[in-house]
């Protein structure tokens, strides 16, 4: 059932689915919504950025088909102990089928949407094996007009902590190219057909590109893994650029 006043759409999915170490992240079950139809968005924001939204996507890696749930958390400080552990942030849990969960700090902040932290957890896990941490924050999404134009390159760069569990924590400056490929291609998912802004983004060793539709969010990836949207619910009081 959905929560009163909420929107849900797309296609029925089966619920699925950081600096120095640290077990502060409490895991809890997720709790899937029904939802059926096509819909094709054209207004409003292009990730959609409130606590209690939601998107279940399809995920495909060697040959291998799960499914993830993503969730937005409330606010709460970042933690850990990298510099910016006292920043407050939105609580994410991206849930898989498999059982392993993977838990971030990311917030709004101005155009932008940011990941200061993570933490990754096997299945029936309470202890994470590992974390990644930010400074500053990496960037998940740049909303902005300038950043949303095709052709448009920019490069992002932060000091990236890594430590798994039992091992020494180490840092390293990383740099990300930005891309934006398209501001309308069509791109059909499970959950619909949809025009989307895509953009690519390039590191050190791999490059990943995104599908982001207005009033929806991110509805494909590709990279390591392919994403496919299944089906989403948002808060009716969801505002981004």
């Known amino acids: ?99 392993a969960v993977t838990v971030s700090w990311q917030t709004l902040t101005g155009e932008r949407v940011v990941r200061y932290r993570e933490q990754s957890f096997d299945a029936g896990a309470t202890t994470a094996k590992d974390e990644e941490g930010w400074n500053p924050a990496k960037l998940h999404v740049d909303l902005s007009a300038a950043h949303t134009v095709k052709g448009t390159s920019w490069v992002e760069i932060y000091e990236e902590t890594k430590q798994k569990a039992g091992k020494a924590a180490s840092t390293e400056t990383t740099r990300d190219l930005w891309t934006v490929v398209s501001e309308a291609e069509s791109v059909t998912v499970p ?11 390039t590191g050190t060793s791999k490059t990943k590109t995104y599908w982001f539709v207005r009033g929806v969010g991110k509805v494909k990836e590709t990279g390591e893994e392919t994403e496919e949207l299944l089906r989403y619910e948002l808060a009716p009081t969801s505002q981004t650029p």
Not at 1 to 26: F, H, N, Y
Not at 76 to 95: K, N, Q, Y
Not at 194 to 200: C, E, G, I, P
């Open 191 to 201: 959950a619909g057909t949809f025009s989307a802004l895509v953009l690519r983004k």
């Open 1 to 99: 059932m959905s929560r009163p006043g909420w929107r849900v759409l797309g296609l029925v999915g089966l619920l699925a689915t950081g600096c120095g170490l640290a077990t502060d992240a409490t895991l809890e079950p997720g709790d899937g919504s029904e939802g059926g139809g096509e819909v094709q968005e054209t207004q409003g924001a292009l990730l959609p950025w409130a606590e209690g939204n939601r998107w279940t996507y399809r995920v495909t890696e060697a040959g291998e088909v799960t499914e993830k749930e993503t969730s937005v958390g409330a606010l709460e400080a970042v933690g850990g102990t990298g510099p910016l552990r006292e920043t407050r942030a939105h609580r994410v849990t991206s849930r898989k089928s498999t059982g």
